[in-house]
């Protein structure tokens, strides 16, 4: 798990060879565990790994790069994914488009009849009922989710007149905003849009409703369509939220398993059942491949060369339920996406099968060692958002999903609040300071940077039901008003707690009364134990972006810091 640039360095210094690196590839991970194998042959193979190159600038200095064909891969790589999201988009829409020939109050009471008439059937079961069933299902799928769902049949409605700009802005991840009202730049929800309201939800019927707002925003990294639906009656506010997965339906082909040549499938793997573990380095006790491989090379004669990535493995106890080599390989390419090969006598080389998504969404090693180093005193809120700020989309996306990375530190504030750390970490000491002393933070005293931090921290917020809005969807119209806008702000609130965890042996005590924990501590040592302490101090934040703290969307963000502490003294 080293940079390839490091491996390079190492190899020159053993061999005097002038070796060098392009930047753009110098921090693509690599494990190498080589013993007395030829140079040429160990930087041939570490070029194989990620379809690299060797060139002579001189007659004495190589430089290994990324060829034109392999750049031109990746591209088309990703161009063909982002084809596939834009035509999944695009099938969608088409869908409902559709769907808009037929006024929606229709298309809702056909569903309406279509189901009345299948519970029917299902409940007498008359002569060929499951024939007339299926027919019943099949004229209810042609009708399609747009009259199930209002959110789908304005989305209809609205992409059949969306311009060149409004497209593109939705592509770049923007959201687009519809009103029933004028409101700023507001496209025009249609006339019925209160009507059908009334017609999706009866209850509607007898409120008098007055306006309705609906947001729309394309994920590109979670690849779905984000809808809020938000209905206003006087001082009443109904909000529906929606997400719309678009699947970029082609099959994934399964990695090519190489054949394991007999000599060593056979080969046993030299280890005692009862060794202990090898400690995973990982918060949350996790193990990547580069752990399990450097363990398999420590256990058989194998020189091993393979991509590596902070992705924890599926199967952490693998390296300890194989008898020999073939079946360890086996298993790894059974549990793991890998393509395990055999370049050249004596070598092993494992692949990532999505070795081009894994790069995009990779941060550095530098930069991880650099937050790890300070994990050993405990991260706090400004390391969190320092890191959260140099994250990439793709990284975020990945970060945000669990189990797809492997880190040195608690990885929990980062997973539902960057948006509201990628704000935090704009700001000015004095801003912060001025937050931290719970003082308003109002838009228009911003940067345009830090205005556009908070709509994308207030926008993220919106459309994932998993992070609190408050009433903020509810007061969606007054949100995009630019006359409301002076009032928009941030606020910060935050509480500590402190907690003593004493460990004697395998029993484990927490307690947050200090008396308590001082009388424990002094039974333990008068009985002749000699337990450990450790000091818990953890840090609760509440992120609010809105008008005020009720009418906010919240990001809370909980950060754990421990130190050793000394056993009180009798």
């Given at each position: 798990?080293?940079?390839?640039?490091?491996?390079?360095?190492?190899?020159?210094a053993?061999?005097?060879?002038?070796?060098g690196?392009?930047?753009?590839?110098?921090q693509?991970?690599?494990?190498?565990?080589?013993?007395?194998?030829?140079?040429?042959?160990?930087?041939?193979?570490?070029?194989?790994?990620?379809?690299?190159?060797?060139r002579?600038?001189?007659?004495?200095?190589?430089?290994l790069?990324?060829?034109?064909?392999?750049?031109?891969?990746?591209?088309?790589?990703?161009?063909a994914?982002?084809?596939?999201?834009?035509?999944?988009?695009?099938?969608?829409?088409?869908?409902?488009?559709?769907?808009?020939?037929?006024?929606f109050?229709r298309l809702?009471?056909?569903?309406?009849?279509?189901?009345a008439?299948?519970?029917?059937?299902?409940?007498?079961?008359?002569p060929?009922?499951?024939?007339?069933?299926q027919?019943?299902?099949?004229?209810?799928?042609?009708?399609?989710?747009?009259?199930?769902?209002?959110?789908?049949?304005?989305?209809?409605?609205?992409?059949?007149?969306?311009?060149?700009?409004?497209?593109?802005?939705?592509?770049?991840?923007?959201?687009l905003?519809?009103?029933?009202?004028?409101?700023?730049?507001?496209?025009?929800?249609?006339e019925?849009?209160?009507?059908?309201?009334t017609v999706?939800?009866?209850?509607?019927?007898?409120v008098?409703?007055?306006?309705?707002?609906?947001?729309?925003r394309?994920?590109?990294?979670?690849?779905?369509?984000?809808?809020?639906?938000?209905?206003?009656?006087?001082?009443?506010?109904?909000?529906?939220?929606?997400t719309?997965?678009?699947?970029?339906?082609?099959?994934?082909?399964?990695?090519v398993?190489?054949?394991?040549?007999?000599?060593?499938?056979?080969?046993?793997?030299?280890?005692?059942?009862?060794?202990?573990?090898?400690p995973?380095?990982?918060?949350?006790?996790?193990?990547t491949?580069?752990?399990?491989?450097?363990?398999?090379?420590?256990?058989?004669?194998?020189?091993?060369?393979?991509?590596s990535?902070?992705?924890?493995v599926?199967?952490?106890?693998?390296?300890?339920?194989?008898?020999?080599?073939?079946?360890?390989?086996?298993?790894?390419?059974?549990?793991?996406?890998?393509?395990?090969?055999?370049p050249?006598?004596?070598?092993?080389?494992?692949q990532?099968?999505?070795q081009?998504?894994?790069?995009?969404?990779?941060?550095?090693?530098?930069?991880l060692?650099?937050?790890?180093?300070?994990?050993?005193?405990?991260?706090?809120?400004?390391?969190?958002?320092?890191?959260?700020?140099?994250?990439?989309?793709?990284?975020?996306?990945?970060l945000?999903?669990?189990?797809?990375y492997?880190?040195?530190?608690?990885p929990?504030?980062l997973?539902?609040?960057?948006?509201a750390?990628?704000?935090?970490?704009?700001?000015?000491?004095?801003?912060?300071?001025?937050?931290r002393?719970?003082?308003p933070?109002?838009y228009?005293?911003?940067?345009?940077?830090q205005?556009?931090?908070?709509?994308?921290a207030?926008?993220?917020?919106?459309?994932?039901?998993?992070i609190?809005?408050?009433?903020?969807?509810?007061?969606?119209?007054?949100l995009?008003?630019?006359?409301?806008?002076a009032?928009?702000?941030?606020?910060?609130?935050?509480?500590k707690?402190?907690?003593?965890?004493?460990?004697?042996?395998?029993?484990?005590l927490?307690?947050?009364?200090?008396?308590?924990?001082?009388?424990?501590?002094q039974?333990?040592?008068?009985?002749?134990?000699n337990?450990?302490?450790?000091?818990?101090v953890?840090?609760?934040?509440?992120?609010?972006f809105?008008?005020?703290?009720?009418?906010a969307a919240?990001?809370?963000?909980?950060?754990?810091?421990?130190a050793?502490?000394?056993?009180?003294?009798?």
């Amino acid at each position: 798990m080293r940079p390839l640039r490091e491996a390079i360095q190492q190899i020159a210094a053993q061999t005097g060879a002038a070796l060098g690196i392009a930047k753009a590839i110098e921090q693509y991970k690599i494990t190498l565990i080589a013993h007395q194998q030829p140079a040429w042959q160990t930087l041939e193979l570490l070029a194989q790994v990620y379809g690299l190159e060797w060139r002579a600038e001189s007659a004495e200095r190589y430089y290994l790069v990324a060829p034109e064909a392999t750049r031109a891969q990746q591209q088309r790589q990703q161009r063909a994914q982002l084809e596939a999201l834009q035509r999944a988009l695009e099938e969608r829409l088409q869908t409902y488009q559709r769907a808009t020939a037929t006024d929606f109050a229709r298309l809702h009471q056909r569903i309406a009849e279509l189901d009345a008439e299948r519970s029917q059937l299902e409940q007498q079961q008359p002569p060929n009922w499951i024939e007339r069933a299926q027919q019943l299902a099949t004229a209810r799928a042609q009708i399609g989710a747009a009259g199930e769902s209002l959110p789908l049949y304005l989305l209809g409605v609205l992409s059949r007149s969306w311009t060149r700009e409004q497209r593109a802005r939705l592509l770049n991840g923007q959201p687009l905003l519809a009103s029933t009202q004028p409101l700023g730049d507001a496209l025009p929800l249609p006339e019925n849009t209160l009507r059908w309201l009334t017609v999706w939800n009866p209850s509607f019927a007898e409120v008098p409703l007055q306006s309705a707002q609906m947001l729309i925003r394309l994920n590109l990294q979670r690849k779905t369509l984000e809808l809020a639906l938000v209905a206003r009656a006087g001082e009443q506010v109904f909000p529906f939220v929606e997400t719309v997965p678009l699947s970029l339906a082609e099959p994934e082909e399964p990695p090519v398993i190489e054949a394991i040549p007999e000599t060593l499938a056979k080969q046993p793997l030299h280890f005692k059942a009862s060794s202990p573990a090898v400690p995973s380095p990982y918060w949350g006790k996790q193990y990547t491949l580069a752990e399990q491989l450097a363990w398999l090379a420590e256990h058989t004669n194998l020189n091993i060369v393979a991509d590596s990535f902070r992705l924890p493995v599926a199967n952490r106890e693998l390296s300890r339920n194989a008898p020999t080599l073939g079946t360890w390989l086996r298993d790894v390419q059974t549990q793991e996406p890998v393509r395990v090969r055999f370049p050249a006598e004596g070598w092993l080389m494992v692949q990532h099968q999505h070795q081009a998504e894994l790069l995009a969404s990779e941060i550095d090693e530098p930069t991880l060692e650099r937050f790890e180093a300070r994990a050993q005193n405990g991260l706090d809120l400004d390391d969190y958002a320092e890191l959260a700020y140099l994250l990439t989309p793709a990284q975020q996306a990945r970060l945000e999903q669990p189990n797809r990375y492997a880190l040195r530190f608690d990885p929990t504030p980062l997973q539902a609040s960057i948006p509201a750390l990628r704000f935090w970490a704009s700001l000015t000491p004095a801003q912060r300071q001025a937050a931290r002393e719970r003082q308003p933070l109002y838009y228009p005293q911003l940067s345009a940077l830090q205005q556009r931090l908070l709509w994308e921290a207030v926008e993220h917020a919106l459309l994932h039901p998993t992070i609190s809005s408050g009433d903020l969807l509810l007061q969606l119209d007054r949100l995009y008003d630019p006359y409301a806008q002076a009032e928009l702000a941030f606020f910060l609130d935050f509480w500590k707690n402190i907690a003593f965890e004493v460990r004697d042996g395998d029993v484990t005590l927490v307690f947050e009364d200090v008396e308590s924990y001082e009388q424990t501590l002094q039974a333990l040592r008068a009985q002749g134990a000699n337990p450990s302490v450790q000091r818990e101090v953890r840090t609760n934040y509440s992120f609010y972006f809105g008008f005020d703290t009720r009418h906010a969307a919240i990001y809370p963000v909980s950060i754990q810091q421990c130190a050793e502490t000394p056993p009180t003294a009798e």
